[in-house]
């Protein structure tokens, strides 16, 4: 399937079925206006700066939250506070500034255990709650493989948290994302990756597939991966959503973040790494509308679904830097022209040989 390709079906859809078309009248479009970077490990207030992997504005006080994926390999896991550097006259981007940085805290206060032990954390995205003044994160946890014996269960979770990483409560789980020790549930650094607010709702998604909904995508077969929705306070779980990533050569392929446009429209980063090719990443809009709620079926290989909508919007690759392992996305400030910009940044995996690097668009709209 190419990834350009719309494919209208009016029927059901299976497992692998293959994306419907947009639903909104304009289509999302984006103008490359630059990037920068941070450098490889560079040290601040005490920790090792990297592993980049959510990010977030506050258009009130124009404060950027950007979390790391570090599990203590370096520090306890934490987030920073930063200020993007975007002129709002033209949109130059100048610089990334580190303004400080705040250990996410457990219920009992203390920060998180380090790697493969027990009640361990994995911060994969974070969002600023600007009604309630709070944070949401997202952990995808973590469980033992036949590749990764002796790896301690710790679920993932998506949690607030206060601005200075103090834990405030918990959205609840859905019994299907639960990780476990057997090949049921999500894969191992395949669950909770993404997390986005609307008016009306919080979403999170996960990275890949889980053991049974399907093997992971192939040169010629996609894989659904679940968007679960809350309602606004997060207190209730209101629906679930089948997503098809697009076919690859690579198990090293998933879903790295979604961000919501409005209610029921969200863009979303898919990404995939080769040795030969290194990454791909393309950006697509997706849509709820219409989709079938999947959050009861506990397989998804033997029932049929509609999964949500899905649009290309932009292939990483055209911009005219080279492609990094990109999992952050946020809308930033809007210019003084009225347009908004968005902001997609690079999980460097505190290796060298990898870039913590901030790409700036702004958004534009082609009517069809």
């Known amino acids: 399937m190419k990834l350009t390709r719309l494919i209208a079906a009016a029927v059901l859809v299976a497992t ?11 289509n999302l479009t984006l103008q490359y206006l630059g990037s ?21 504005y506050d258009p009130e006080s124009g404060t950027w939250y950007v979390v790391s994926d570090d599990r203590w390999r370096y520090n306890p896991a934490r987030f920073y506070t930063a200020d993007l550097e975007i002129d709002p006259a033209d949109g130059r981007f100048t610089g990334v500034r580190l303004t400080g940085v705040h250990t996410l805290r457990r219920p009992d206060a203390t920060p998180y255990p380090g790697y493969a032990q027990p009640e361990s954390t994995d911060p994969e995205s974070i ?8 944070l949401i994160w997202s952990s995808e946890g973590d469980r033992a493989d036949a590749a990764n014996p002796g790896i301690a269960l710790s679920q993932g ?15 609840p789980q859905p019994k299907n994302l639960e990780l476990t020790e057997e090949e049921r549930g999500p894969r191992r650094n395949f669950g909770f990756e993404g997390v986005s607010i609307s008016a009306r709702n919080i979403v999170g998604l996960t990275e890949g597939p889980r053991y049974e909904d399907g093997p992971q995508p192939t040169a010629t077969t996609g894989a659904p991966v679940r968007i679960t929705v809350w309602d606004r306070s997060g207190r209730r779980i209101q629906a679930q959503y089948a997503y098809i990533l697009e076919p690859h050569t690579t198990e090293d392929t998933g879903a790295s973040e979604i961000l919501s446009i409005d209610n029921n429209r969200f863009l979303t980063l898919e990404r995939s790494w080769t040795p030969t090719d290194g990454y791909r990443v393309r950006l697509y809009e997706i849509d709820l509308r219409g989709a079938t709620n999947v959050l009861n079926r506990n397989a998804l290989t033997e029932t049929r679904y509609r999964p949500v909508s899905k649009r290309l919007v932009l292939n990483l690759s055209s911009t005219p830097v080279a492609v990094e392992n990109y ?20 999980d460097d995996n505190f290796s060298p040989e990898e870039k913590s690097q901030f790409l700036l668009f702004k958004l534009g709209r082609q009517t069809h």
Request: charged share 20%; proline share 7%; aromatic share 8%.
């Open 16 to 26: 692998v079925g293959v994306p419907q078309p947009a639903q909104a009248a304009e």
């Open 36 to 56: 920068q970077q941070i450098p490889h490990m560079m040290k601040f207030e005490g920790t090792v700066t990297g592993g980049f992997s959510g990010l977030d």
């Open 127 to 134: 969002r600023y709650d600007t009604t309630r003044n709070r």
């Open 157 to 171: 979770y998506l949690r607030f948290a206060d601005p200075s990483g103090r834990h405030v409560g918990e959205l």
């Open 327 to 346: 999992e952050a996305m946020s809308w930033g400030p809007t210019l003084m022209s009225g347009e908004r910009t968005l902001v997609i940044a690079s």
